[in-house]
């Protein structure tokens, strides 16, 4: 997922997730006492990674799912240490990624972005290895820093686009796939991993996954309802197809999931003013919180700068008794319309939790290591999901019998 937005909020630490899916470093918040949350169900995840400063979340998010997949399907018998590579997933996707924008004569997307179909694509043809055989390679750095790599590779695509020698000579790709094995390593033919030895495809094969099992959906009401359509964000390179349902199906397939023990990838928009950095997403009224102040108030409110006046909703939204928005599916298609909702990150929901008040959430994996006040882990609100939900991966088996008749999935 990507989005070059900046939201500078005293509360709120700015996020991109572009080229920097988190900003080295980040303060967090202290601890608040304002919400007390109660787990309702949580199921099996590996361990909380870091994307650091490079554009992959829908790489980690989506094999982070996979992993708990694993877990599912293995039980007792799984590695519960097991962790896939995302540099494999990367250097693959990058590189069929520069063979379609020469082709396209540079008119499709070309970033570090991705989406969560582009991870189950990459395990149907290539495999996967195991993250110690092919780690970030970090350069002295904290984590991932994939500025450069994204700039390098972008200035070759748009040299050869341009077609200097009238013709593309037969090694641009050889040169191309170079420059990954530079900055990501080479993905290995063979390995050996406790004590047997693999090949990416064979490995995949041991993990028992059923890639066939796995099905896109999301929810937008430009399209019919129960139809496929290629959602229209700049990170569907592949123009793949995803299930349209309504907005509250996208919720009971969620609950028909967990409860089914079964957790889901989960792509949203994060921009927002809710999604804090210290573990909270909420979707705050902010006409509720207008009508509750003054005349004297709500002039000063209105006289204040933009940024000012989201970090003084920002304290309102900490307060757990100040209402949420509920989003329909036409306010949702407002907002995607007006690009206020956009492909923006992606994260592993695992999870169900509610508050003192009984309000409902969702329990989320993030791919910013243990940051906030839940170790990399946020607490997000059902209205928040209603609200900025682009798509979720989920096995088929998760979605409720009538949805996926409605669907035609068998």
């Not at 918040?29 to 787990?39: E, G, L, N, Q, R």
């Not at 829908?58 to 399907?73: A, K």
């Not at 921009?271 to 997403?281: C, K, M, Q, V």
């Not at 993030?366 to 997000?380: D, E, H, L, M, P």
Request: overall charge neutral; charged content about 25%; glycine content about 6%.
């Amino acid at each position: 997922m990507k989005k070059n937005l900046l939201l500078s909020l005293v509360a709120l630490v700015a996020l991109t997730t572009g080229v920097y899916a988190q900003p080295a470093n980040t303060p967090q918040k202290k601890d608040s006492a304002s919400f007390v949350f109660t787990t309702v169900k949580e199921l099996p995840i590996t361990s909380v990674k870091d994307q650091y400063r490079s554009g992959t979340c829908w790489d980690f998010s989506t094999l982070s799912y996979l992993e708990s997949e694993v877990l599912r399907i293995k039980g007792n018998k799984a590695d519960s240490n097991i962790c896939l590579s995302p540099m494999f997933v990367v250097w693959k996707n990058y590189s069929e990624k520069a063979t379609k924008y020469i082709r396209m004569d540079g008119t499709i997307n070309f970033a570090g972005g991705g989406s969560s179909m582009d991870v189950v694509h990459c395990i149907k043809d290539y495999g996967i290895v195991p993250n110690c055989e092919m780690p970030s390679k970090n350069f002295g750095e904290l984590g991932p820093v994939h500025g450069e790599l994204d700039a390098v590779l972008k200035a070759y695509v748009n040299a050869l686009k341009s077609d200097p020698n009238g013709k593309l000579s037969p090694v641009w790709h050889n040169g191309f796939d170079a420059i990954l094995d530079v900055y990501l390593g080479k993905c290995p033919e063979k390995f050996t991993y406790e004590g047997v030895e693999y090949t990416p495809k064979s490995y995949a094969e041991s993990l028992g996954l059923d890639l066939d099992d796995y099905v896109s959906i999301t929810s937008f009401g430009h399209h019919p309802w129960y139809s496929q359509f290629q959602i229209e964000v700049p990170d569907n390179w592949r123009w793949d197809y995803s299930y349209n349902v309504p907005i509250d199906d996208i919720v009971k397939i969620l609950y028909n999931a967990i409860d089914k023990g079964y957790t889901v990838a989960w792509a949203a928009d994060v921009s927002e003013i809710g999604f804090t950095r210290y573990g909270l997403a909420r979707v705050p009224d902010e006409d509720s919180v207008k009508k509750e102040m003054s005349d004297s108030d709500m002039a000063h409110w209105l006289g204040l700068p933009r940024t000012a006046r989201n970090a003084e909703m920002q304290k309102k939204m900490e307060n757990p008794s100040v209402p949420e928005k509920f989003y329909t599916d036409a306010m949702r298609l407002k907002e995607f319309n007006n690009k206020q909702t956009t492909d923006d990150h992606g994260l592993h929901l695992f999870g169900t939790a509610v508050d003192q008040h009984g309000n409902k959430y969702f329990l989320v994996k993030n791919s910013w290591g243990k940051t906030g006040n839940y170790k990399g882990i946020w607490y997000v609100s059902e209205n928040y999901v209603r609200a900025k939900t682009m798509d979720i991966l989920v096995n088929k088996e998760a979605i409720p019998k009538d949805i996926r008749k409605k669907l035609g999935i068998k």
